[in-house]
């Protein structure tokens, strides 16, 4: 009904949405694909057994094969859309990257054409709320994991970087070092083959999405220089001032 009702108005600017994976319909893919619009999935991991450590699903199974049937549907309706994934997630070992690589070369291998970007893995963040925020004992117990900063998030500190603040104290300088190699080949290597089986529209979608960047760089800029709009430091927020002209 929603989108029902933007097409009714003709609405025709660029949008840029992130949602699960696994609560669609091929049907609800279909209609987005009557828009400019980009759907990126937040999988975070294609492995049951990360799946589990997690707390993303209950149904690891179930999740990745809708998951898998949700990827194709929107390649197929030519959906533009990305992969978000979470690397160095506590508990993370070697055999679950390979899982998560061996789940998209597979699925990449059923696309000739195909309106997958790319993945786009990001670093575990800690965040209160998450499985390890409620489990902190079993997680060290488990896995070594150690959180030198639990409380960041009460400060006013940059989010990124404060939040960056786990480690996994079982696993050796060189099993992190592999870790990190096969995420960063693996993935780099997925990319470049959907680089070259990229569709059309999807290379047109990235260019909208590109401009729109530009054009929120050039804001922020000149919010920061007159010392308005959001704080970018995670703190208070400051109401823009009312305009003087046009």
């Not at 694909?33 to 999935?41: K, M």
Request: glycine share 8%.
């Amino acid at each position: 009904a929603f989108f029902g009702g933007l097409e009714s108005i003709g609405f025709d600017r660029f949008i840029w949405t992130e949602s699960r994976s696994d609560i669609f319909k091929e049907v609800d893919l279909a209609t987005f694909a009557r828009f400019d619009l980009q759907l990126d999935f937040g999988i975070a991991t294609a492995s049951e057994g990360m799946l589990k450590i997690m707390a993303k699903t209950a149904h690891p199974h179930a999740y990745l094969k809708r998951t898998r049937e949700t990827l194709l549907a929107a390649s197929k309706h030519d959906l533009t859309h990305q992969v978000y994934l979470i690397t160095n997630h506590p508990g993370e070992r070697l055999h679950h990257v390979k899982e998560t690589l061996s789940f998209f070369e597979g699925l990449i291998k059923e696309l000739p054409r195909t309106s997958l970007i790319s993945l786009s893995p990001q670093p575990y963040r800690y965040y209160p709320g998450t499985a390890l925020s409620k489990d902190p004992e079993g997680f060290f117990q488990r896995y070594g994991t150690v959180v030198d900063d639990p409380f960041w998030w009460r400060r006013d500190v940059d989010m990124r970087s404060a939040s960056a603040c786990t480690r996994d104290t079982h696993l050796s300088p060189s099993e992190q070092g592999e870790i990190d190699e096969t995420w960063a080949t693996g993935v780099g290597r997925l990319n470049r083959i959907l680089m070259e089986r990229r569709s059309d529209r999807a290379s047109r979608i990235i260019a909208l999405r590109s401009a729109g960047y530009l054009d929120l760089h050039l804001l922020r800029e000149r919010w920061e220089r007159e010392g308005r709009g959001p704080s970018l430091r995670g703190g208070e927020r400051r109401p823009p001032r009312a305009e003087s002209g046009p």
